[in-house]
């Protein structure tokens, strides 16, 4: 019989972010006076983020481009059909076609692409977020994980990739990942403090939860987990892992239709 496949760190970080985007999602539409809910679901979307800079993988599904034009679809249209942001699929999408060329730019130019890349996100951080869902905050939190997954493909350990190693092209990595993992905080608790005007006790929660992610997220690497739990769990993180994004989808798809058709249970 054949072994089945370890609980991997990436399992459990998926699995978290579902947790926090169900919370989120379920404050939004169902719950009145929702803040404390929207300050958990915060710390969702990074998480994809840096994963998605993270991983070397190229290929851009299909199915992304057809849910995040659903879903948008479906935003509008309980919107009464106004212009919303793009669903974050399409970021998605538009992170995986343009990292490659992002860390050719990192390999060559070191740390005069690292500054300009993050100047420009910074100063493009006005007109992105009606381009798509969460615009250059989230792109400065994929070129963390980009950074972060250049230091692992530079030190000596599990998830090191040879044939991927810049080692003598960047210098001190670990810190270009620190650094950018401090400005896609500090930028990502700005932003969100300006859209949803948290008090201070909410506020400070925020920065609690966002340094907690950082430090989790500094420290990731991928491959098997040290914990690994009993087959059932496992097998349900294993799911999540896989089936991450579309469990999204379904949800927030689901919510939307929802609220649509028994508009007196929603907020």
């Known amino acids: 019989m054949p072994s089945r496949r370890a609980v991997d760190n990436t399992d459990w970080l998926k699995t978290i972010a579902i947790i926090l985007f169900s919370i989120d999602h379920f404050g939004y539409f169902f719950i009145d006076g929702n803040q404390w809910w929207s300050v958990i679901g915060r710390l969702a979307a990074p998480v994809f983020f840096f994963l998605l800079g993270y991983a070397h993988t190229r290929k851009i599904p299909f199915s992304w481009i057809w849910l995040a034009f659903m879903l948008t679809i479906l935003d509008s249209w309980n919107n009464d059909w106004t212009w919303v942001s793009p669903n974050?699929?399409?970021?998605?999408?538009?992170i995986r076609l343009a990292r490659p060329g992002v860390q050719i730019l990192l390999q060559r130019f070191d740390w005069t692409a690292f500054v300009l890349l993050v100047a420009t996100l910074f100063a493009m951080l006005p007109i992105t977020a009606d381009i798509v869902e969460y615009g250059s905050e989230g792109w400065l939190w994929a070129l963390f994980g980009i950074c972060q997954r250049i230091y692992v493909d530079n030190s000596p350990g599990p998830d090191t990739n040879q044939g991927t190693a810049t080692q003598g092209i960047i210098r001190n990595p670990r810190l270009m990942s620190l650094l950018a993992c401090l400005v896609a905080t500090v930028v990502c608790v700005w932003q969100e403090q300006l859209d949803y005007s948290f008090s201070g006790i909410q506020l400070a929660a925020l920065v609690f939860g966002m340094s907690i992610l950082s430090i989790g997220l500094c420290l990731f690497l991928r491959g098997p987990s040290r914990i690994q739990p009993p087959e059932?769990?496992?097998s349900v993180?294993?799911?999540?892992?896989?089936?991450?994004?579309?469990?999204y989808a379904i949800q927030l798809a689901g919510f939307e239709i929802i609220i649509n058709l028994l508009p007196d249970i929603a907020v």
């Not at 974050?88 to 538009?94: Q, R, T």
């Not at 993180?237 to 469990?247: K, Q, W």
Request: charge should be positive; aromatic fraction near 10%.
């Open 232 to 234: 059932l769990l496992a």
């Open 237 to 247: 993180l294993r799911f999540a892992g896989r089936h991450t994004l579309e469990i």
């Open 88 to 94: 974050i699929l399409f970021s998605l999408a538009l």
